[in-house]
């Protein structure tokens, strides 16, 4: 199994505000259409690459968890 152009957010920063969906709205007359065919793409896209994963992506994966996680759990809980 592998994930080809796989790529994701293991954690959201402490205090960060939602997704920036209202800001985008507001920025362009057609903001909500772009938010919601870009979700529907990224959906499709993360199915693909999960599709089409192979051993060596799930391994690069495994060691960036392996990297991150510590921060991640860090920022989580303020130390």
Do not use: N, W, Y
């Not at 505000?17 to 979700?39: K, M, W």
């Not at 896209?45 to 510590?70: C, F, G, M, N, S």
Request: charged share 20%; aromatic share 4%.
């Amino acid at each position: 199994m592998a994930h080809s152009g796989f790529s994701f957010s293991c954690c959201s920063r402490a205090g960060r505000q939602g997704s920036g969906q209202g800001f985008i709205s507001r920025l362009h007359p057609a903001g909500e259409e772009i938010v919601e065919a870009r979700s529907t793409l990224e959906v499709k896209l993360a199915e693909l690459a999960a599709a089409r994963r192979t051993d060596d992506d799930v391994k690069a994966i495994d060691q960036a968890l392996q990297v991150i996680a510590p921060a991640s759990i860090s920022v989580l809980i303020g130390t």
